[in-house]
């Protein structure tokens, strides 16, 4: 659930579900150069992700 600051930005109620998203960017030695954090509205997202399995 979103902290209450996050829930009036998002123009949420109370209880809404959100989903968080953290990406990391790196540069091409390794070093971070940015990282992400995203709140979204769970129901106004649906989110993918597909990956290879040994």
Not at 35 to 47: K, P, Q
């Amino acid at each position: 659930m979103p902290a209450s600051g996050e829930a009036a930005s998002l123009g949420l109620a109370a209880g809404t579900p959100v989903v968080l998203v953290v990406r990391t960017a790196f540069a091409a030695d390794g070093q971070v150069v940015e990282v992400n954090e995203m709140v979204l509205d769970a129901s106004a997202y649906v989110l993918e992700h597909a990956f290879d399995a040994p």
